[in-house]
Protein backbone atom coordinates (compact mmCIF):
# COMPACT_ATOMS: atom_id res chain seq x y z
CA UNK A 1 0.00 0.00 0.00
CA UNK A 2 1.31 3.32 -0.64
CA UNK A 3 -0.01 6.68 -0.93
CA UNK A 4 -0.66 8.32 -4.34
CA UNK A 5 2.04 11.28 -5.78
CA UNK A 6 0.73 14.36 -6.84
CA UNK A 7 1.06 15.21 -10.44
CA UNK A 8 3.33 18.35 -10.36
CA UNK A 9 5.59 20.21 -8.02
CA UNK A 10 4.98 24.08 -7.60
CA UNK A 11 7.47 26.77 -5.48
CA UNK A 12 4.55 26.60 -2.65
CA UNK A 13 4.49 22.73 -2.48
CA UNK A 14 7.99 22.55 -2.04
CA UNK A 15 7.98 25.16 0.53
CA UNK A 16 5.17 23.15 2.36
CA UNK A 17 6.81 19.82 2.34
CA UNK A 18 10.24 21.21 3.56
CA UNK A 19 8.56 23.01 6.25
CA UNK A 20 6.32 20.04 7.37
CA UNK A 21 5.89 16.88 5.62
CA UNK A 22 3.20 15.83 7.46
CA UNK A 23 1.10 19.13 6.89
CA UNK A 24 2.05 19.18 2.79
CA UNK A 25 0.88 15.70 2.83
CA UNK A 26 -2.75 16.52 4.23
CA UNK A 27 -2.76 19.32 2.14
CA UNK A 28 -1.44 17.76 -1.47
CA UNK A 29 -2.03 14.20 -0.93
CA UNK A 30 -5.06 13.83 0.86
CA UNK A 31 -6.44 17.23 -0.23
CA UNK A 32 -7.96 18.43 3.01
CA UNK A 33 -10.06 21.55 3.00
CA UNK A 34 -8.42 24.43 4.55
CA UNK A 35 -10.57 27.00 6.14
CA UNK A 36 -10.09 30.69 4.46
CA UNK A 37 -8.10 33.03 5.79
CA UNK A 38 -8.28 36.73 6.08
CA UNK A 39 -4.59 37.21 4.59
CA UNK A 40 -5.23 34.67 1.86
CA UNK A 41 -8.51 36.56 0.73
CA UNK A 42 -6.68 39.92 1.31
CA UNK A 43 -3.90 38.76 -1.30
CA UNK A 44 -6.53 37.60 -4.04
CA UNK A 45 -8.23 40.72 -3.69
CA UNK A 46 -5.25 43.13 -4.40
CA UNK A 47 -3.81 40.37 -7.08
CA UNK A 48 -6.99 40.83 -9.01
CA UNK A 49 -6.42 44.57 -8.46
CA UNK A 50 -3.23 44.64 -10.02
CA UNK A 51 -4.25 42.23 -12.74
CA UNK A 52 -7.34 44.70 -13.89
CA UNK A 53 -5.40 47.81 -13.38
CA UNK A 54 -2.60 46.06 -16.56
CA UNK A 55 -5.18 44.71 -18.60
CA UNK A 56 -7.84 47.70 -18.66
CA UNK A 57 -5.40 50.35 -18.56
CA UNK A 58 -2.92 50.90 -21.36
CA UNK A 59 0.11 52.52 -20.68
CA UNK A 60 0.29 55.84 -19.74
CA UNK A 61 -3.13 55.56 -17.61
CA UNK A 62 -2.19 53.87 -14.85
CA UNK A 63 -2.52 56.00 -12.13
CA UNK A 64 -3.20 55.43 -8.40
CA UNK A 65 -6.84 56.68 -8.81
CA UNK A 66 -7.20 54.08 -11.44
CA UNK A 67 -5.52 51.24 -9.39
CA UNK A 68 -8.12 52.33 -6.38
CA UNK A 69 -10.91 51.73 -8.64
CA UNK A 70 -9.84 48.77 -10.21
CA UNK A 71 -9.54 47.43 -6.44
CA UNK A 72 -13.19 48.61 -6.17
CA UNK A 73 -14.42 46.22 -9.34
CA UNK A 74 -11.92 43.24 -8.02
CA UNK A 75 -13.87 43.96 -4.27
CA UNK A 76 -17.34 43.99 -5.86
CA UNK A 77 -16.38 40.30 -7.35
CA UNK A 78 -14.72 38.84 -4.06
CA UNK A 79 -17.37 40.34 -1.65
CA UNK A 80 -19.79 37.58 -2.49
CA UNK A 81 -17.24 35.01 -3.20
CA UNK A 82 -16.69 31.99 -0.70
CA UNK A 83 -13.34 32.94 0.07
CA UNK A 84 -14.71 36.12 1.72
CA UNK A 85 -17.69 35.28 2.42
CA UNK A 86 -17.13 32.21 4.62
CA UNK A 87 -14.85 34.60 7.02
CA UNK A 88 -17.46 35.64 8.32
CA UNK A 89 -16.35 39.00 9.29
CA UNK A 90 -18.44 41.73 10.91
CA UNK A 91 -18.78 44.84 8.87
CA UNK A 92 -16.22 46.95 11.09
CA UNK A 93 -13.85 44.20 10.22
CA UNK A 94 -14.51 44.14 6.64
CA UNK A 95 -14.30 47.25 6.46
CA UNK A 96 -10.24 46.57 8.05
CA UNK A 97 -9.90 43.86 5.68
CA UNK A 98 -11.03 46.73 2.75
CA UNK A 99 -8.85 49.29 4.21
CA UNK A 100 -5.30 47.35 4.69
CA UNK A 101 -6.02 46.10 0.98
CA UNK A 102 -6.55 49.37 -0.15
CA UNK A 103 -2.86 50.67 1.64
CA UNK A 104 -1.06 47.51 0.30
CA UNK A 105 -2.27 49.10 -3.18
CA UNK A 106 -1.08 52.17 -2.14
CA UNK A 107 2.29 51.13 -1.06
CA UNK A 108 2.51 49.13 -4.31
CA UNK A 109 3.07 52.56 -6.01
CA UNK A 110 6.29 53.33 -3.89
CA UNK A 111 7.75 50.16 -5.72
CA UNK A 112 7.34 50.89 -8.92
CA UNK A 113 5.56 53.10 -11.79
CA UNK A 114 2.97 50.81 -13.38
CA UNK A 115 3.30 52.95 -16.77
CA UNK A 116 6.89 51.55 -17.56
CA UNK A 117 5.81 48.40 -17.45
CA UNK A 118 4.80 46.74 -20.91
CA UNK A 119 2.94 43.42 -19.44
CA UNK A 120 3.21 40.23 -21.44
CA UNK A 121 1.27 37.93 -18.82
CA UNK A 122 -0.85 37.93 -15.89
CA UNK A 123 -1.81 35.01 -13.84
CA UNK A 124 0.03 32.90 -16.16
CA UNK A 125 0.35 29.35 -15.61
CA UNK A 126 3.87 27.61 -16.63
CA UNK A 127 4.89 23.90 -16.71
CA UNK A 128 7.43 21.83 -17.93
CA UNK A 129 9.24 18.60 -17.20
CA UNK A 130 12.26 17.92 -14.97
CA UNK A 131 13.06 14.44 -14.78
CA UNK A 132 10.02 12.13 -14.50
CA UNK A 133 7.92 14.85 -13.14
CA UNK A 134 5.81 18.31 -14.08
CA UNK A 135 6.89 21.50 -12.50
CA UNK A 136 4.18 24.14 -12.27
CA UNK A 137 3.60 27.86 -11.25
CA UNK A 138 1.92 30.57 -11.76
CA UNK A 139 3.79 33.41 -12.42
CA UNK A 140 2.04 36.85 -10.90
CA UNK A 141 3.02 38.90 -14.29
CA UNK A 142 5.50 38.56 -16.79
CA UNK A 143 7.02 41.72 -18.98
CA UNK A 144 9.45 43.18 -20.86
CA UNK A 145 11.28 46.12 -19.18
CA UNK A 146 12.46 49.46 -20.63
CA UNK A 147 15.69 47.51 -21.91
CA UNK A 148 12.86 44.98 -23.84
CA UNK A 149 14.52 42.06 -21.64
CA UNK A 150 12.20 39.60 -19.79
CA UNK A 151 11.30 40.23 -16.56
CA UNK A 152 9.18 37.82 -14.06
CA UNK A 153 7.14 39.67 -11.05
CA UNK A 154 5.12 38.30 -7.63
CA UNK A 155 3.59 40.14 -5.70
CA UNK A 156 3.34 39.24 -1.81
CA UNK A 157 0.81 40.64 0.47
CA UNK A 158 2.49 38.96 3.71
CA UNK A 159 5.13 40.12 5.64
CA UNK A 160 8.96 39.82 4.22
CA UNK A 161 10.43 36.65 5.69
CA UNK A 162 13.30 36.84 8.24
CA UNK A 163 16.77 36.53 6.91
CA UNK A 164 17.02 32.82 7.63
CA UNK A 165 14.36 31.98 5.81
CA UNK A 166 16.90 33.46 2.39
CA UNK A 167 16.68 30.60 0.90
CA UNK A 168 13.38 29.71 0.96
CA UNK A 169 11.69 33.04 -0.34
CA UNK A 170 14.32 33.07 -3.44
CA UNK A 171 13.46 29.10 -3.93
CA UNK A 172 10.77 30.28 -5.84
CA UNK A 173 12.31 32.95 -8.02
CA UNK A 174 14.97 30.29 -9.79
CA UNK A 175 11.49 27.92 -10.16
CA UNK A 176 10.40 30.51 -12.52
CA UNK A 177 13.18 31.28 -14.13
CA UNK A 178 13.71 27.57 -14.71
CA UNK A 179 9.54 27.47 -16.31
CA UNK A 180 10.55 30.52 -18.41
CA UNK A 181 13.73 29.02 -19.78
CA UNK A 182 11.70 25.85 -20.36
CA UNK A 183 8.88 26.58 -21.12
CA UNK A 184 8.66 29.90 -23.40
CA UNK A 185 12.84 29.60 -24.31
CA UNK A 186 14.25 32.55 -22.81
CA UNK A 187 15.43 33.01 -19.35
CA UNK A 188 14.62 35.92 -17.63
CA UNK A 189 16.58 39.03 -17.07
CA UNK A 190 14.74 39.39 -13.35
CA UNK A 191 13.13 38.05 -11.26
CA UNK A 192 11.50 40.19 -9.19
CA UNK A 193 9.43 39.70 -5.27
CA UNK A 194 7.54 42.73 -4.53
CA UNK A 195 6.45 42.84 -0.86
CA UNK A 196 3.55 45.34 -0.92
CA UNK A 197 3.09 45.72 3.15
CA UNK A 198 6.78 47.16 3.59
CA UNK A 199 7.40 48.21 1.23
CA UNK A 200 9.81 45.97 -0.67
CA UNK A 201 11.46 44.58 -3.34
CA UNK A 202 13.86 41.61 -3.71
CA UNK A 203 15.19 41.20 -6.64
CA UNK A 204 17.68 38.06 -8.33
CA UNK A 205 18.93 37.73 -11.75
CA UNK A 206 19.07 33.81 -12.98
CA UNK A 207 22.04 32.11 -14.19
CA UNK A 208 23.45 28.87 -15.03
CA UNK A 209 24.29 27.94 -11.60
CA UNK A 210 20.96 29.15 -10.02
CA UNK A 211 18.76 27.57 -12.03
CA UNK A 212 20.92 24.11 -12.33
CA UNK A 213 20.73 24.16 -8.05
CA UNK A 214 17.27 25.24 -8.43
CA UNK A 215 16.77 21.65 -10.43
CA UNK A 216 18.91 20.01 -8.15
CA UNK A 217 16.44 20.71 -4.94
CA UNK A 218 13.27 20.26 -6.70
CA UNK A 219 14.12 16.72 -7.70
CA UNK A 220 16.15 16.36 -4.61
CA UNK A 221 12.56 17.43 -2.63
CA UNK A 222 10.37 15.06 -5.25
CA UNK A 223 12.64 11.89 -4.36
CA UNK A 224 11.95 12.35 -0.60
CA UNK A 225 7.99 13.15 -1.69
CA UNK A 226 8.56 9.66 -3.57
CA UNK A 227 10.15 7.77 -0.91
CA UNK A 228 7.42 9.15 1.96
CA UNK A 229 4.34 8.27 -0.13
CA UNK A 230 5.97 4.36 -1.12
CA UNK A 231 5.78 4.09 3.14
CA UNK A 232 3.25 6.86 3.91
CA UNK A 233 5.80 8.26 5.91
CA UNK A 234 5.32 11.91 6.42
CA UNK A 235 6.39 13.25 9.59
CA UNK A 236 5.29 16.16 11.68
CA UNK A 237 8.07 18.98 12.09
CA UNK A 238 6.26 21.37 14.72
CA UNK A 239 8.07 24.78 14.39
CA UNK A 240 6.24 28.63 14.73
CA UNK A 241 4.26 27.48 11.58
CA UNK A 242 2.43 25.40 13.65
CA UNK A 243 0.22 28.34 14.90
CA UNK A 244 -1.03 28.88 10.98
CA UNK A 245 -1.75 24.93 10.28
CA UNK A 246 -5.26 23.97 9.88
CA UNK A 247 -4.23 20.56 10.55
CA UNK A 248 -3.69 20.62 13.98
CA UNK A 249 -6.54 18.57 15.22
CA UNK A 250 -5.40 15.69 13.19
CA UNK A 251 -1.53 15.98 13.88
CA UNK A 252 0.35 13.86 16.63
CA UNK A 253 2.14 16.55 17.67
CA UNK A 254 -0.93 18.03 19.00
CA UNK A 255 -2.11 15.14 20.58
CA UNK A 256 -3.98 14.34 17.26
CA UNK A 257 -4.20 11.03 14.98
CA UNK A 258 -3.52 11.08 11.34
CA UNK A 259 -5.59 8.29 9.99
CA UNK A 260 -8.70 10.53 11.35
CA UNK A 261 -8.26 12.86 8.51
CA UNK A 262 -8.83 10.24 6.28
CA UNK A 263 -12.63 10.43 6.75
CA UNK A 264 -12.16 14.40 6.12
CA UNK A 265 -11.26 14.06 2.27
CA UNK A 266 -13.20 15.68 0.10
CA UNK A 267 -13.63 12.32 -2.15
CA UNK A 268 -11.48 9.86 -3.93
CA UNK A 269 -7.76 11.19 -4.49
CA UNK A 270 -8.02 9.31 -8.54
CA UNK A 271 -8.19 12.39 -9.83
CA UNK A 272 -4.24 13.36 -9.02
CA UNK A 273 -3.13 10.23 -9.72
CA UNK A 274 -1.48 10.29 -13.53
CA UNK A 275 -0.07 12.25 -15.55
CA UNK A 276 -1.21 16.08 -15.70
CA UNK A 277 -4.58 16.66 -18.42
CA UNK A 278 -4.15 17.87 -21.43
CA UNK A 279 -4.94 21.99 -21.69
CA UNK A 280 -4.71 24.65 -24.56
CA UNK A 281 -0.92 26.04 -24.52
CA UNK A 282 -1.93 29.36 -22.42
CA UNK A 283 1.39 30.61 -23.51
CA UNK A 284 1.17 31.18 -27.57
CA UNK A 285 0.38 34.88 -27.09
CA UNK A 286 3.37 35.46 -24.61
CA UNK A 287 5.55 33.92 -27.33
CA UNK A 288 3.90 35.95 -29.85
CA UNK A 289 4.97 38.73 -27.94
CA UNK A 290 8.69 37.54 -27.39
CA UNK A 291 9.21 36.68 -31.15
CA UNK A 292 7.55 40.29 -32.25
CA UNK A 293 10.20 41.15 -29.16
CA UNK A 294 13.19 39.66 -30.81
CA UNK A 295 14.24 37.93 -28.13
CA UNK A 296 15.92 34.99 -28.88
CA UNK A 297 14.81 30.76 -28.43
CA UNK A 298 10.65 31.41 -28.75
S1 LIG B 1 0.53 21.37 13.39
FE1 LIG B 1 2.68 21.74 12.88
S2 LIG B 1 3.68 19.75 12.95
FE2 LIG B 1 1.47 19.40 12.85
S3 LIG B 1 0.99 19.14 10.67
FE3 LIG B 1 0.68 21.29 11.16
S4 LIG B 1 2.65 22.29 10.69
FE4 LIG B 1 3.03 20.08 10.83
Redesign the pocket.
Known amino acids: MSLPLPTTLSPSKVSSFK??A??FR?STIDRLPEPPSPAAAKGTLVHKALELLFWDHPQGSRSLAAALDCLGRAWSLLASDAEFTELGLSDEEAAQFRHEADQLLRRYFQLEDPDRIQVLGTELMLQAPLGDMQLRGIIDRLELDPDGRLVVTDYKTGRVPPESREQARLGGVHFYAYLCEKALGVRPARVQLLYLAEPMSISATPSDQSIKGMAVRAQAVWAAVERACQTEDFR????A??GY?A??AF?P??GGDPALAVSQRPGSTEAQVGPAEARPDPTQAVRDALRAAGLVGV
Request: hydrophobic share 35%; with cysteine; glycine share 0%.
Open positions: DCLAFPHPSLCCYQCAF
